[in-house]
């Protein structure tokens, strides 16, 4: 009897687990997917919205160094630039799953980090930032669950997907983000890096990692397969280089074999005056509008040989 008794108990308390997680679950989801500014919205905005003939994607590199005002002018086309914080190509390959399964830009701009296909498991749990897209978007479960064996399982919960957002969640509906992006998804970077130029000698005996190998190489595929035109570029730094990262020499050849435009700023010497940079790794708003201006003539040029 004790037994039997303890079991409803148990049941009734799960049920109204269940129905809690479902509820809570569900209002975060209204909640999140009815931010209009902010990072998080332009994260929305560039999987479900943005039909732009230009895309820029990669790191807070690619979000301080794209002015896609810019390009767009220059290009004659319509550009927003997806880049996002700490972000490398696990990221951008789902995102670009994502926009292809809606259409298919012209061009899309790829920036890269020196360690850009390193082994780091931080790099696994940013991919959190797309939880919130997974029901709307099977084609993420493949990278989300990434992160590890069990990550599956925790999306039987409708709350898991907003768990370390609630924050930003409430910010995005209260009008609280708007300095964060602008419309075009481009944030200028503002004052200037007044340390002196230091060297660097990158890792030899970097370790590469084979899932981030793998999304390259896809990356690059689906690119060609949809005849949309891809430059990968490495962008300036306020560093003297003393070598090249094993990822980058990765990236260059493979892009190499898929005969696609690969661009290196490394040790240019348009780009040594500090007056250009927020920091040693971050152009600031006008080193953004040369090196804008500098790239977009770059493209031009290959597109018109």
Not at 9 to 18: D, G, I, K, Q
Not at 126 to 152: C, D, M, W
Not at 263 to 279: E, K, R, V
Request: include cysteine.
């Amino acid at each position: 009897m004790r037994n039997t008794r303890f079991f409803f108990l148990f049941v009734n308390l799960f049920a109204v687990l269940c129905i809690l997680d479902y509820g809570i679950g569900k209002f975060l989801e209204y909640l999140y997917f009815n931010q209009k500014q902010g990072k998080l919205y332009n994260i929305t905005y560039a999987i479900e919205e943005q039909t732009n003939d230009v895309i820029i994607m990669g790191s807070s590199r690619a979000m301080h160094h794209y002015n896609p005002d810019i390009i767009s002018d220059s290009l004659k086309l319509s550009c927003y630039n997806v880049g996002y914080d700490g972000q490398g190509i696990l990221y951008h390959e789902a995102i670009l799953n994502t926009i292809l399964q809606r259409y298919t830009p012209k061009i899309i701009i790829l920036d890269v980090n020196n360690y850009e296909l390193s082994i780091n498991e931080a790099s696994y749990d940013l991919l959190s930032i797309l939880n919130p897209y997974v029901a709307k978007h099977p084609i993420l479960k493949e990278t989300v669950n990434q992160k590890g064996k069990f990550e599956r399982y925790k999306f039987l919960s409708h709350i898991y997907p907003y768990n370390s957002l609630f924050a930003r969640i409430i910010m995005g509906n209260l009008n609280f983000s708007t300095k964060d992006v602008s419309e075009n998804g481009f944030t200028a970077q503002t004052g200037i890096w007044e340390k002196p130029m230091d060297s660097i000698t990158f890792l030899k005996n970097e370790i590469l990692d084979k899932q981030k190998v793998h999304s390259l190489n896809k990356f690059l595929k689906e690119c060609k397969k949809k005849d949309t035109s891809l430059y990968v570029i490495y962008s300036p730094t306020y560093r003297k280089e003393k070598n090249v990262s094993k990822s980058i020499n990765y990236i260059k050849n493979t892009c190499k074999e898929y005969d696609i435009p690969f661009i290196s700023y490394q040790n240019n010497p348009n780009f040594t005056n500090n007056l250009l940079f927020h920091d040693f790794d971050h152009l600031n708003d006008k080193g953004a509008e040369y090196f804008s201006s500098d790239i977009v003539t770059y493209i031009k040029k290959i597109r018109n040989h």
